[in-house]
Protein backbone atom coordinates (compact mmCIF):
# COMPACT_ATOMS: atom_id res chain seq x y z
CA UNK A 1 0.00 0.00 0.00
CA UNK A 2 1.21 3.67 -0.65
CA UNK A 3 1.52 6.29 1.83
CA UNK A 4 -2.30 7.08 1.36
CA UNK A 5 -3.49 3.94 2.89
CA UNK A 6 -5.78 5.37 5.58
CA UNK A 7 -4.45 4.25 8.91
CA UNK A 8 -5.37 1.26 10.23
CA UNK A 9 -5.36 -0.89 13.50
CA UNK A 10 -2.43 -2.21 14.54
CA UNK A 11 -2.74 -5.53 16.15
CA UNK A 12 -6.41 -5.30 16.85
CA UNK A 13 -8.75 -6.34 13.70
CA UNK A 14 -11.44 -8.55 13.83
CA UNK A 15 -12.15 -12.20 13.88
CA UNK A 16 -15.59 -13.56 15.24
CA UNK A 17 -14.74 -16.89 15.93
CA UNK A 18 -13.35 -16.78 19.83
CA UNK A 19 -10.10 -18.76 20.30
CA UNK A 20 -11.63 -21.09 23.07
CA UNK A 21 -13.45 -23.44 23.95
CA UNK A 22 -14.79 -26.51 26.15
CA UNK A 23 -11.79 -28.36 24.21
CA UNK A 24 -9.24 -26.21 23.36
CA UNK A 25 -7.34 -28.36 21.31
CA UNK A 26 -11.06 -29.39 19.72
CA UNK A 27 -11.71 -25.61 19.45
CA UNK A 28 -8.62 -25.05 17.07
CA UNK A 29 -9.78 -27.92 14.85
CA UNK A 30 -13.01 -26.95 14.49
CA UNK A 31 -11.20 -23.12 13.78
CA UNK A 32 -9.35 -25.39 10.88
CA UNK A 33 -11.54 -27.15 9.46
CA UNK A 34 -14.82 -25.19 8.99
CA UNK A 35 -14.17 -21.92 9.98
CA UNK A 36 -15.69 -20.21 7.21
CA UNK A 37 -18.37 -21.83 6.90
CA UNK A 38 -18.89 -21.02 11.16
CA UNK A 39 -18.40 -17.36 9.94
CA UNK A 40 -20.98 -17.36 7.10
CA UNK A 41 -23.75 -19.37 9.09
CA UNK A 42 -23.62 -15.90 11.61
CA UNK A 43 -23.75 -13.42 8.94
CA UNK A 44 -26.90 -15.19 7.43
CA UNK A 45 -28.52 -14.97 11.05
CA UNK A 46 -27.59 -11.47 12.61
CA UNK A 47 -31.11 -11.48 13.41
CA UNK A 48 -30.10 -13.68 16.74
CA UNK A 49 -27.59 -11.32 17.93
CA UNK A 50 -29.31 -10.30 20.95
CA UNK A 51 -28.08 -6.77 21.79
CA UNK A 52 -27.43 -4.46 18.43
CA UNK A 53 -24.52 -6.41 17.68
CA UNK A 54 -23.65 -4.77 14.25
CA UNK A 55 -23.47 -7.20 11.35
CA UNK A 56 -20.39 -7.84 9.92
CA UNK A 57 -19.30 -7.09 6.75
CA UNK A 58 -19.15 -9.77 3.96
CA UNK A 59 -16.04 -12.37 3.98
CA UNK A 60 -13.07 -10.65 2.15
CA UNK A 61 -10.15 -12.11 0.72
CA UNK A 62 -7.53 -12.15 3.61
CA UNK A 63 -5.01 -9.61 2.38
CA UNK A 64 -2.58 -9.00 4.74
CA UNK A 65 -1.06 -5.51 4.64
CA UNK A 66 0.75 -4.00 7.41
CA UNK A 67 -0.40 -0.65 6.95
CA UNK A 68 -3.99 -1.06 5.92
CA UNK A 69 -6.78 -2.43 7.51
CA UNK A 70 -6.34 -6.09 7.96
CA UNK A 71 -8.70 -8.45 8.71
CA UNK A 72 -8.84 -12.12 8.68
CA UNK A 73 -12.19 -13.99 7.65
CA UNK A 74 -10.69 -17.08 7.73
CA UNK A 75 -7.93 -18.11 8.60
CA UNK A 76 -7.54 -21.18 7.06
CA UNK A 77 -6.53 -19.10 4.19
CA UNK A 78 -3.25 -18.32 6.36
CA UNK A 79 -2.11 -21.46 6.20
CA UNK A 80 -2.97 -22.44 3.02
CA UNK A 81 -2.26 -19.07 0.75
CA UNK A 82 0.76 -17.96 3.10
CA UNK A 83 2.22 -21.16 4.18
CA UNK A 84 1.90 -20.21 8.29
CA UNK A 85 1.92 -23.16 10.08
CA UNK A 86 -0.54 -24.29 12.93
CA UNK A 87 0.99 -23.62 16.26
CA UNK A 88 -1.20 -26.34 17.50
CA UNK A 89 1.59 -28.65 15.56
CA UNK A 90 4.46 -26.98 18.10
CA UNK A 91 2.30 -26.68 21.05
CA UNK A 92 4.10 -30.03 23.05
CA UNK A 93 7.48 -29.27 21.91
CA UNK A 94 6.82 -26.04 24.11
CA UNK A 95 7.42 -26.21 28.34
CA UNK A 96 4.96 -24.19 30.27
CA UNK A 97 3.32 -23.10 27.36
CA UNK A 98 1.40 -19.73 28.31
CA UNK A 99 -2.08 -19.59 28.74
CA UNK A 100 -2.21 -17.65 24.65
CA UNK A 101 -0.69 -20.57 23.28
CA UNK A 102 -2.83 -23.26 25.14
CA UNK A 103 -5.92 -21.36 24.66
CA UNK A 104 -5.12 -21.37 20.37
CA UNK A 105 -5.32 -17.41 20.45
CA UNK A 106 -1.74 -17.87 19.28
CA UNK A 107 -2.48 -20.25 16.16
CA UNK A 108 -0.02 -20.06 13.81
CA UNK A 109 3.72 -19.78 13.12
CA UNK A 110 6.93 -19.67 11.17
CA UNK A 111 9.58 -21.89 12.09
CA UNK A 112 9.10 -21.80 15.83
CA UNK A 113 10.62 -25.14 16.64
CA UNK A 114 14.51 -24.05 17.02
CA UNK A 115 12.75 -21.21 19.24
CA UNK A 116 11.44 -24.04 21.15
CA UNK A 117 14.11 -26.33 21.18
CA UNK A 118 16.87 -23.75 23.20
CA UNK A 119 14.07 -22.80 25.33
CA UNK A 120 14.08 -26.77 26.23
CA UNK A 121 17.33 -27.21 26.08
CA UNK A 122 18.97 -24.17 27.93
CA UNK A 123 20.38 -22.39 24.97
CA UNK A 124 20.03 -18.91 23.89
CA UNK A 125 17.20 -17.29 22.57
CA UNK A 126 15.75 -13.84 22.03
CA UNK A 127 11.99 -12.50 21.47
CA UNK A 128 11.20 -9.25 20.00
CA UNK A 129 8.23 -7.06 18.98
CA UNK A 130 7.22 -3.45 18.13
CA UNK A 131 5.04 -0.70 18.24
CA UNK A 132 4.22 1.88 16.32
CA UNK A 133 2.71 4.75 18.52
CA UNK A 134 -0.17 6.14 16.90
CA UNK A 135 -2.50 6.18 19.90
CA UNK A 136 -2.76 4.45 23.41
CA UNK A 137 -1.69 0.87 23.94
CA UNK A 138 -5.32 -1.35 24.33
CA UNK A 139 -5.90 -4.82 25.29
CA UNK A 140 -5.11 -6.27 21.65
CA UNK A 141 -1.94 -4.66 22.58
CA UNK A 142 -1.37 -6.32 25.94
CA UNK A 143 -1.54 -9.87 23.62
CA UNK A 144 2.22 -8.98 22.47
CA UNK A 145 3.17 -7.35 25.35
CA UNK A 146 2.52 -10.87 27.47
CA UNK A 147 3.83 -12.67 24.95
CA UNK A 148 7.16 -11.11 25.08
CA UNK A 149 7.08 -11.01 28.82
CA UNK A 150 6.31 -14.98 28.77
CA UNK A 151 9.52 -15.64 26.62
CA UNK A 152 11.64 -13.29 28.55
CA UNK A 153 10.76 -15.38 31.99
CA UNK A 154 11.13 -18.34 30.10
CA UNK A 155 14.99 -17.54 29.65
CA UNK A 156 14.75 -15.47 26.51
CA UNK A 157 16.28 -11.91 26.21
CA UNK A 158 13.82 -9.94 25.01
CA UNK A 159 13.34 -6.88 23.12
CA UNK A 160 10.61 -4.33 22.93
CA UNK A 161 10.83 -1.27 20.66
CA UNK A 162 8.82 1.53 19.43
CA UNK A 163 8.53 1.87 15.88
CA UNK A 164 8.52 6.08 15.46
CA UNK A 165 10.65 6.36 12.60
CA UNK A 166 7.61 3.92 11.09
CA UNK A 167 5.11 6.44 12.61
CA UNK A 168 6.69 9.30 11.29
CA UNK A 169 6.58 7.99 7.51
CA UNK A 170 4.28 5.94 7.21
CA UNK A 171 1.65 7.03 9.55
CA UNK A 172 2.68 10.97 9.23
CA UNK A 173 2.99 11.60 13.30
CA UNK A 174 4.35 14.58 14.60
CA UNK A 175 7.14 13.91 17.03
CA UNK A 176 5.52 15.35 20.12
CA UNK A 177 2.57 12.48 19.71
CA UNK A 178 5.13 9.90 18.83
CA UNK A 179 6.98 10.81 22.10
CA UNK A 180 3.60 10.72 24.47
CA UNK A 181 2.27 7.54 22.84
CA UNK A 182 5.32 5.92 23.38
CA UNK A 183 6.01 6.80 27.13
CA UNK A 184 2.50 4.87 27.32
CA UNK A 185 3.64 1.64 25.20
CA UNK A 186 6.54 1.49 27.76
CA UNK A 187 4.97 1.77 30.83
CA UNK A 188 2.31 -0.68 30.15
CA UNK A 189 4.49 -3.02 29.22
CA UNK A 190 7.05 -2.73 31.89
CA UNK A 191 3.88 -2.28 34.11
CA UNK A 192 2.95 -5.96 33.01
CA UNK A 193 6.11 -7.90 33.76
CA UNK A 194 8.95 -6.79 31.48
CA UNK A 195 12.21 -6.82 33.11
CA UNK A 196 14.02 -3.57 31.48
CA UNK A 197 17.37 -4.45 33.56
CA UNK A 198 17.02 -7.92 31.91
CA UNK A 199 15.66 -7.16 28.32
CA UNK A 200 16.16 -4.10 26.55
CA UNK A 201 14.13 -1.64 25.46
CA UNK A 202 14.80 1.10 22.44
CA UNK A 203 13.56 3.53 19.73
CA UNK A 204 13.97 3.29 16.33
CA UNK A 205 15.34 6.59 15.48
CA UNK A 206 17.47 6.40 18.97
CA UNK A 207 18.97 2.76 17.84
CA UNK A 208 22.44 3.12 16.53
CA UNK A 209 22.91 -0.37 15.80
CA UNK A 210 19.57 -0.79 14.27
CA UNK A 211 20.30 2.21 11.40
CA UNK A 212 23.36 0.92 10.62
CA UNK A 213 22.00 -2.58 10.24
CA UNK A 214 19.16 -1.67 8.18
CA UNK A 215 21.88 0.33 5.87
CA UNK A 216 23.96 -2.92 5.09
CA UNK A 217 20.24 -4.96 4.91
CA UNK A 218 18.93 -2.22 2.05
CA UNK A 219 21.61 -3.29 -0.05
CA UNK A 220 20.21 -6.71 -0.17
CA UNK A 221 16.94 -5.39 -1.58
CA UNK A 222 15.48 -3.34 -4.06
CA UNK A 223 12.42 -1.62 -5.17
CA UNK A 224 10.72 -4.19 -7.79
CA UNK A 225 10.82 -5.94 -4.32
CA UNK A 226 8.82 -4.00 -2.00
CA UNK A 227 6.70 -3.14 -4.82
CA UNK A 228 5.90 -7.18 -5.04
CA UNK A 229 5.51 -7.07 -1.61
CA UNK A 230 3.64 -4.20 -0.22
CA UNK A 231 2.28 -2.48 -3.24
CA UNK A 232 4.82 0.35 -3.20
CA UNK A 233 4.34 2.71 -6.29
CA UNK A 234 6.37 5.60 -7.78
CA UNK A 235 4.36 7.46 -4.94
CA UNK A 236 5.80 5.67 -2.02
CA UNK A 237 7.72 8.08 -0.09
CA UNK A 238 11.25 6.87 0.72
CA UNK A 239 11.21 7.41 4.16
CA UNK A 240 8.56 4.31 4.10
CA UNK A 241 10.62 2.28 2.22
CA UNK A 242 13.20 3.24 4.79
CA UNK A 243 11.09 2.00 7.58
CA UNK A 244 10.73 -1.08 6.06
CA UNK A 245 14.49 -1.61 5.94
CA UNK A 246 14.56 -0.69 9.90
CA UNK A 247 12.11 -3.15 10.66
CA UNK A 248 13.83 -5.66 8.90
CA UNK A 249 16.81 -4.58 11.17
CA UNK A 250 14.49 -4.52 14.39
CA UNK A 251 13.95 -8.32 13.49
CA UNK A 252 17.72 -9.36 13.28
CA UNK A 253 18.96 -6.76 16.01
CA UNK A 254 18.95 -9.56 18.65
CA UNK A 255 21.42 -11.54 16.36
CA UNK A 256 24.26 -8.59 16.06
CA UNK A 257 26.22 -10.33 18.69
CA UNK A 258 25.61 -13.57 17.76
CA UNK A 259 23.05 -15.75 15.74
CA UNK A 260 20.19 -17.22 17.96
CA UNK A 261 16.68 -18.38 17.77
CA UNK A 262 14.74 -15.07 17.70
CA UNK A 263 11.09 -15.03 17.54
CA UNK A 264 9.17 -12.23 16.76
CA UNK A 265 4.94 -12.21 18.22
CA UNK A 266 3.21 -10.24 16.24
CA UNK A 267 -0.46 -10.32 14.46
CA UNK A 268 -0.67 -12.27 11.31
CA UNK A 269 -0.32 -8.31 9.32
CA UNK A 270 3.26 -7.96 9.65
CA UNK A 271 3.45 -11.72 7.93
CA UNK A 272 4.69 -9.46 4.75
CA UNK A 273 7.86 -8.55 6.85
CA UNK A 274 8.55 -11.90 7.87
CA UNK A 275 8.75 -13.45 4.69
CA UNK A 276 10.96 -10.68 3.47
CA UNK A 277 13.11 -10.39 7.17
CA UNK A 278 13.51 -14.61 6.90
CA UNK A 279 14.53 -13.72 2.69
CA UNK A 280 17.23 -11.13 3.58
CA UNK A 281 18.72 -13.39 7.07
CA UNK A 282 19.08 -15.75 4.02
CA UNK A 283 20.35 -13.58 1.29
CA UNK A 284 23.01 -11.94 4.13
CA UNK A 285 24.74 -15.40 4.62
CA UNK A 286 28.10 -15.76 3.12
CA UNK A 287 27.76 -19.42 1.98
CA UNK A 288 24.77 -21.52 1.09
CA UNK A 289 24.79 -25.13 2.01
CA UNK A 290 22.91 -27.65 -0.34
CA UNK A 291 23.07 -30.98 -1.92
CA UNK A 292 24.71 -31.94 -5.46
CA UNK A 293 24.97 -34.53 -7.82
CA UNK A 294 27.55 -32.71 -10.50
CA UNK A 295 30.37 -30.22 -10.61
CA UNK A 296 28.14 -27.66 -12.22
CA UNK A 297 25.05 -25.09 -10.96
CA UNK A 298 21.63 -26.32 -11.06
CA UNK A 299 18.63 -24.94 -9.69
CA UNK A 300 16.75 -26.34 -6.94
CA UNK A 301 14.38 -27.85 -9.54
CA UNK A 302 16.98 -28.72 -12.09
CA UNK A 303 18.58 -30.43 -8.49
CA UNK A 304 15.78 -32.71 -7.89
CA UNK A 305 15.97 -34.07 -11.35
CA UNK A 306 19.20 -35.36 -10.78
CA UNK A 307 18.50 -36.39 -7.45
CA UNK A 308 15.60 -38.89 -9.41
CA UNK A 309 18.34 -39.68 -12.26
CA UNK A 310 20.59 -40.54 -9.22
CA UNK A 311 18.29 -42.47 -7.46
CA UNK A 312 17.82 -44.77 -10.32
CA UNK A 313 20.60 -45.15 -11.96
CA UNK A 314 21.96 -45.70 -8.03
CA UNK A 315 19.58 -48.88 -7.50
CA UNK A 316 20.95 -51.23 -10.44
CA UNK A 317 24.72 -50.89 -9.74
CA UNK A 318 27.39 -52.67 -7.98
CA UNK A 319 29.98 -51.09 -5.68
CA UNK A 320 32.85 -50.19 -7.65
CA UNK A 321 30.62 -49.07 -10.98
CA UNK A 322 29.82 -45.27 -11.38
CA UNK A 323 26.82 -43.33 -13.24
CA UNK A 324 28.40 -40.89 -15.70
CA UNK A 325 26.13 -37.99 -16.46
CA UNK A 326 25.58 -38.71 -20.20
CA UNK A 327 23.69 -41.80 -18.53
CA UNK A 328 22.10 -39.96 -16.38
CA UNK A 329 20.58 -37.24 -19.65
CA UNK A 330 19.80 -40.75 -21.27
CA UNK A 331 17.79 -41.89 -18.59
CA UNK A 332 16.30 -38.43 -17.79
CA UNK A 333 15.27 -38.43 -21.85
CA UNK A 334 13.85 -41.96 -21.43
CA UNK A 335 11.75 -41.20 -18.44
CA UNK A 336 10.64 -37.71 -17.84
CA UNK A 337 8.42 -36.22 -19.93
CA UNK A 338 9.64 -33.20 -21.81
CA UNK A 339 10.14 -29.62 -20.46
CA UNK A 340 11.96 -26.77 -20.35
CA UNK A 341 13.74 -27.83 -16.80
CA UNK A 342 14.71 -31.07 -18.21
CA UNK A 343 16.00 -29.38 -21.32
CA UNK A 344 18.17 -27.42 -19.27
CA UNK A 345 19.67 -30.10 -17.02
CA UNK A 346 20.09 -33.01 -20.15
CA UNK A 347 22.00 -30.09 -21.80
CA UNK A 348 24.23 -29.96 -18.58
CA UNK A 349 24.71 -33.45 -18.03
CA UNK A 350 25.57 -33.88 -22.21
CA UNK A 351 28.26 -31.49 -21.66
CA UNK A 352 29.65 -32.74 -18.50
CA UNK A 353 30.02 -36.40 -20.29
CA UNK A 354 31.74 -38.91 -18.95
CA UNK A 355 32.13 -36.70 -15.64
CA UNK A 356 30.88 -39.06 -12.66
CA UNK A 357 27.51 -38.26 -11.02
CA UNK A 358 27.99 -38.60 -7.32
CA UNK A 359 25.81 -36.68 -4.16
CA UNK A 360 27.82 -34.53 -2.48
CA UNK A 361 27.37 -31.92 -0.12
CA UNK A 362 27.45 -27.83 -1.85
CA UNK A 363 28.77 -24.74 -0.37
CA UNK A 364 27.84 -21.81 -2.51
CA UNK A 365 29.21 -18.39 -2.11
CA UNK A 366 26.92 -15.71 -2.04
CA UNK A 367 27.98 -12.94 -0.17
CA UNK A 368 31.48 -14.33 1.26
CA UNK A 369 34.31 -11.84 0.98
CA UNK A 370 37.33 -13.30 -0.65
CA UNK A 371 38.81 -14.01 3.07
CA UNK A 372 36.15 -15.73 3.77
CA UNK A 373 36.10 -17.91 1.31
CA UNK A 374 39.88 -18.95 1.56
CA UNK A 375 39.46 -20.06 5.27
CA UNK A 376 35.87 -22.17 4.24
CA UNK A 377 38.64 -24.35 1.50
CA UNK A 378 40.77 -24.27 4.36
CA UNK A 379 38.19 -25.76 6.85
CA UNK A 380 36.75 -28.24 4.92
CA UNK A 381 38.41 -32.12 5.97
CA UNK A 382 37.71 -34.90 3.76
CA UNK A 383 37.61 -35.26 -0.31
CA UNK A 384 36.68 -31.75 -1.53
CA UNK A 385 36.49 -29.90 -4.83
CA UNK A 386 36.83 -26.39 -5.20
CA UNK A 387 35.39 -24.45 -7.97
CA UNK A 388 35.08 -20.58 -8.81
CA UNK A 389 31.68 -20.40 -6.80
CA UNK A 390 31.25 -23.35 -4.85
CA UNK A 391 33.16 -26.10 -2.71
CA UNK A 392 31.97 -29.57 -3.18
CA UNK A 393 32.35 -31.43 -0.04
CA UNK A 394 32.26 -35.71 -0.26
CA UNK A 395 32.79 -36.54 2.93
CA UNK A 396 30.39 -33.49 5.20
CA UNK A 397 26.84 -34.24 5.71
CA UNK A 398 24.57 -31.13 5.45
CA UNK A 399 24.21 -30.64 9.04
CA UNK A 400 27.95 -30.48 9.35
CA UNK A 401 28.22 -28.66 6.59
CA UNK A 402 25.83 -25.52 7.75
CA UNK A 403 27.47 -25.21 11.16
CA UNK A 404 31.25 -25.16 9.51
CA UNK A 405 29.95 -22.99 7.13
CA UNK A 406 28.64 -20.41 10.06
CA UNK A 407 31.99 -20.63 12.14
CA UNK A 408 33.74 -19.40 9.35
CA UNK A 409 31.11 -16.93 8.15
CA UNK A 410 31.18 -15.60 11.95
CA UNK A 411 35.20 -16.03 12.11
CA UNK A 412 35.38 -13.66 9.16
CA UNK A 413 33.50 -10.79 9.75
CA UNK A 414 29.81 -12.19 8.89
CA UNK A 415 26.33 -12.15 10.81
CA UNK A 416 25.63 -15.44 10.00
CA UNK A 417 21.64 -14.98 10.97
CA UNK A 418 19.25 -17.74 11.45
CA UNK A 419 16.49 -17.00 9.99
CA UNK A 420 13.72 -15.56 12.30
CA UNK A 421 10.71 -16.85 13.31
CA UNK A 422 7.41 -15.78 14.15
CA UNK A 423 3.88 -16.39 15.76
CA UNK A 424 0.44 -15.06 14.96
CA UNK A 425 -1.98 -13.91 17.69
CA UNK A 426 -5.71 -13.66 16.88
CA UNK A 427 -6.82 -10.77 16.11
CA UNK A 428 -9.68 -10.05 18.64
CA UNK A 429 -13.58 -8.78 18.06
CA UNK A 430 -14.58 -5.26 18.69
CA UNK A 431 -16.96 -4.60 21.82
CA UNK A 432 -19.34 -3.43 19.59
CA UNK A 433 -19.52 -6.44 17.44
CA UNK A 434 -17.24 -5.92 13.97
CA UNK A 435 -13.54 -4.90 13.90
CA UNK A 436 -11.43 -4.05 17.00
CA UNK A 437 -10.35 -0.33 15.80
CA UNK A 438 -8.52 2.03 17.79
CA UNK A 439 -10.56 4.69 16.32
CA UNK A 440 -13.25 3.60 17.56
CA UNK A 441 -13.56 3.94 21.26
CA UNK A 442 -16.14 2.02 22.02
CA UNK A 443 -15.16 -1.06 19.88
CA UNK A 444 -11.64 -1.47 22.27
CA UNK A 445 -10.27 -0.89 25.84
CA UNK A 446 -7.28 1.40 26.39
CA UNK A 447 -5.08 0.10 28.76
CA UNK A 448 -5.00 4.06 30.07
CA UNK A 449 -9.11 3.79 30.06
CA UNK A 450 -10.65 4.96 32.99
CA UNK A 451 -11.72 1.57 35.01
CA UNK A 452 -14.78 2.54 35.30
CA UNK A 453 -14.96 3.48 31.59
CA UNK A 454 -13.49 -0.31 31.13
CA UNK A 455 -16.70 -1.42 33.49
CA UNK A 456 -19.23 0.83 31.11
CA UNK A 457 -17.63 -0.64 27.59
CA UNK A 458 -17.82 -4.57 28.67
CA UNK A 459 -21.44 -3.40 29.74
CA UNK A 460 -22.54 -1.93 26.70
CA UNK A 461 -20.69 -4.78 24.99
CA UNK A 462 -22.18 -7.04 21.98
CA UNK A 463 -22.39 -10.45 23.24
CA UNK A 464 -23.08 -14.02 21.76
CA UNK A 465 -26.87 -14.50 23.56
CA UNK A 466 -30.08 -14.97 22.56
CA UNK A 467 -32.71 -12.31 22.53
CA UNK A 468 -34.75 -13.88 25.79
CA UNK A 469 -33.80 -15.39 29.42
CA UNK A 470 -35.87 -18.11 28.25
CA UNK A 471 -34.35 -18.67 24.62
CA UNK A 472 -31.00 -18.58 26.28
CA UNK A 473 -31.63 -20.91 28.76
CA UNK A 474 -33.17 -23.05 26.19
CA UNK A 475 -30.56 -23.18 23.39
CA UNK A 476 -27.34 -21.67 25.17
CA UNK A 477 -25.21 -18.97 24.27
CA UNK A 478 -23.18 -18.95 21.38
CA UNK A 479 -19.97 -17.98 23.28
CA UNK A 480 -17.88 -18.84 20.21
CA UNK A 481 -19.52 -15.71 18.67
CA UNK A 482 -19.25 -13.55 21.91
CA UNK A 483 -16.58 -10.66 22.63
CA UNK A 484 -17.63 -10.79 26.01
CA UNK A 485 -16.57 -14.40 26.28
CA UNK A 486 -13.20 -14.20 23.95
CA UNK A 487 -12.08 -11.33 26.94
CA UNK A 488 -12.32 -13.88 29.32
CA UNK A 489 -10.13 -16.05 27.22
CA UNK A 490 -7.79 -13.82 25.64
CA UNK A 491 -7.40 -11.61 29.06
CA UNK A 492 -9.72 -12.05 32.13
CA UNK A 493 -9.30 -15.61 33.05
CA UNK A 494 -5.64 -15.16 33.01
CA UNK A 495 -3.93 -18.11 33.42
CA UNK A 496 -7.00 -20.21 34.82
CA UNK A 497 -8.21 -22.48 32.27
CA UNK A 498 -10.60 -23.97 34.43
CA UNK A 499 -12.45 -20.41 34.91
CA UNK A 500 -12.24 -20.04 31.18
CA UNK A 501 -13.71 -23.59 30.65
CA UNK A 502 -16.48 -23.09 32.98
CA UNK A 503 -17.85 -19.62 31.37
CA UNK A 504 -17.75 -21.73 27.82
CA UNK A 505 -19.54 -24.35 29.45
CA UNK A 506 -21.73 -22.51 31.41
CA UNK A 507 -22.83 -20.34 28.29
CA UNK A 508 -22.98 -22.97 26.03
CA UNK A 509 -24.94 -25.14 28.23
CA UNK A 510 -27.61 -22.36 28.77
CA UNK A 511 -26.84 -22.30 32.50
CA UNK A 512 -25.23 -18.27 32.01
CA UNK A 513 -27.35 -15.58 31.49
CA UNK A 514 -25.39 -12.23 29.45
CA UNK A 515 -26.65 -9.90 32.42
CA UNK A 516 -24.40 -11.54 35.35
CA UNK A 517 -21.27 -12.67 33.07
CA UNK A 518 -20.92 -9.19 31.30
CA UNK A 519 -21.17 -7.89 35.10
CA UNK A 520 -18.45 -10.37 36.28
CA UNK A 521 -16.60 -9.54 33.03
CA UNK A 522 -16.67 -5.35 33.70
CA UNK A 523 -15.77 -6.25 37.46
CA UNK A 524 -12.88 -8.21 36.46
CA UNK A 525 -11.77 -5.47 33.91
CA UNK A 526 -12.44 -2.54 36.47
CA UNK A 527 -9.94 -4.37 38.33
CA UNK A 528 -7.44 -5.18 35.84
CA UNK A 529 -7.30 -1.77 34.49
CA UNK A 530 -6.98 -0.57 38.68
CA UNK A 531 -4.14 -2.53 39.06
CA UNK A 532 -2.79 -2.42 35.53
CA UNK A 533 -2.58 1.51 35.89
CA UNK A 534 -0.95 1.25 39.34
CA UNK A 535 1.62 -0.32 38.40
CA UNK A 536 2.27 2.15 35.69
CA UNK A 537 1.95 4.58 37.88
CA UNK A 538 5.04 2.83 40.00
CA UNK A 539 7.08 2.73 37.03
CA UNK A 540 6.18 6.01 35.56
CA UNK A 541 8.22 7.25 38.62
CA UNK A 542 11.70 4.89 37.74
CA UNK A 543 11.18 5.80 34.03
CA UNK A 544 14.10 8.50 33.86
CA UNK A 545 16.25 5.63 35.01
CA UNK A 546 16.07 3.93 31.89
CA UNK A 547 18.30 3.61 29.05
CA UNK A 548 15.24 4.91 26.99
CA UNK A 549 14.94 8.56 25.78
CA UNK A 550 11.12 9.16 26.06
CA UNK A 551 12.03 12.85 24.87
CA UNK A 552 13.38 13.15 21.13
CA UNK A 553 13.96 16.84 19.74
CA UNK A 554 13.32 15.86 16.55
CA UNK A 555 11.37 17.89 14.25
CA UNK A 556 8.21 17.71 12.93
N1 LIG B 1 5.34 -2.63 11.90
C1 LIG B 1 4.95 -2.93 13.25
C2 LIG B 1 3.53 -2.39 13.47
O1 LIG B 1 2.93 -1.93 12.57
C3 LIG B 1 5.89 -2.36 14.27
C4 LIG B 1 7.27 -2.93 14.22
C5 LIG B 1 8.41 -2.26 13.88
C6 LIG B 1 7.65 -4.26 14.52
N2 LIG B 1 9.49 -3.07 14.00
C7 LIG B 1 9.08 -4.30 14.37
C8 LIG B 1 6.97 -5.42 14.89
C9 LIG B 1 9.78 -5.46 14.58
C10 LIG B 1 7.69 -6.57 15.11
C11 LIG B 1 9.09 -6.59 14.96
O2 LIG B 1 3.01 -2.43 14.54
FE1 LIG C 1 -21.30 -14.13 25.96
FE2 LIG C 1 -21.47 -14.55 28.55
FE3 LIG C 1 -23.66 -14.14 27.08
FE4 LIG C 1 -22.31 -16.40 26.85
S1 LIG C 1 -23.37 -15.68 28.64
S2 LIG C 1 -23.10 -15.14 25.18
S3 LIG C 1 -20.22 -15.68 27.14
S4 LIG C 1 -22.02 -12.68 27.46
Redesign the pocket.
Known sequence: MTSETPAGD??SLDDHSAASGTDWRERSKTLRSDGGERIDDSRSSPELRSDGGTEAEGPDDVALD??GSSTVSDYRTLFEQFGIEQFDEVLADVPNPHYLLRRGVIFGHRDYRPVARAMREGEAFAA?????PTGDPHIGHKLVFDEIIWHQQQGGDAYG?I?DL?AHSARELPWDEIDEHATNYVLSLLALGFDPEAGELYR?SENRAVQDLSFELGAEANFSELQAIYDFDGETDISHMQSVV??MA??LYPQLEEPKPTV?P?GP??DP?MRLARDLAARMRYFGVTRAYASFAVTETERELLGDAYEALDADLDEDERIRCIEAADWIEAEIVPDEVRQRVVEKLRSAGKEPLRPRTRFLDRNATEAAFEALIEAVDGEKRVYDEHIDSFDLDRETAAELAREVELANGGYGFLPPSSIYHRFMTGLTGGKMSSSIPASHISLLDDPEDGYDKVKAATTGGRETAEKQRELGGKADECPVYELYAYLLAGDDDEFAKDVYDECVGGERLCGGCKEQAAELMEQFLEDHQEKRDEWADELDELDIDLDSDRKG
Not at 128 to 132: D, N
Open positions: EGPWLSGFMLAEQTQDIIVDQH
